[in-house]
């Protein structure tokens, strides 16, 4: 399995992104992608995910109202749509595979590379 985030960029304070996440191979409906951000010198942080059968929905607190995970099953992609954003939100955002409903890092077994959203103010 291989995942592939792309869409970081640059953005001011207010404007929005949206990222992508394609991965190789089936994902099977049990499955749950994930949307996880780190800072320098931070813990990977949680911040969205996506049950891929049910399209079930979880965020994490500091993101819930501004950011939007959805799933394109037939592109076997995962989007964050991210408004509003703030310079809090700067960070590489990585997209993740795994099958628990799960916030926590290591519950999950593949993962992309990082794409970096830098928010100035």
């Known amino acids: 399995v291989q995942l592939q985030a792309s869409g970081g960029g640059l953005v001011q304070a207010g404007g929005s992104l949206r990222l992508s996440c394609s991965g190789s191979g089936r994902i099977y409906s049990s499955a749950v992608m994930a949307w996880f951000r780190q800072t320098p010198g931070k813990e990977r942080e949680f911040v969205a995910l996506i049950r891929w059968s049910t399209s079930r929905t979880l965020y994490a607190d500091s993101v819930k109202g501004r950011f939007t995970i959805s799933k394109d099953s037939a592109q076997n992609t995962v989007y964050l749509q991210m408004n509003s954003l703030n310079s809090e939100d700067t960070a590489v955002y990585y997209c993740?595979?795994?099958?628990?409903?799960?916030?926590?890092?290591?519950?999950?077994?593949?993962w992309g590379r990082g794409t970096l959203v830098t928010v100035s103010s």
């Open positions: 993740a595979r795994g099958t628990q409903w799960s916030a926590q890092p290591i519950d999950y077994g593949y």
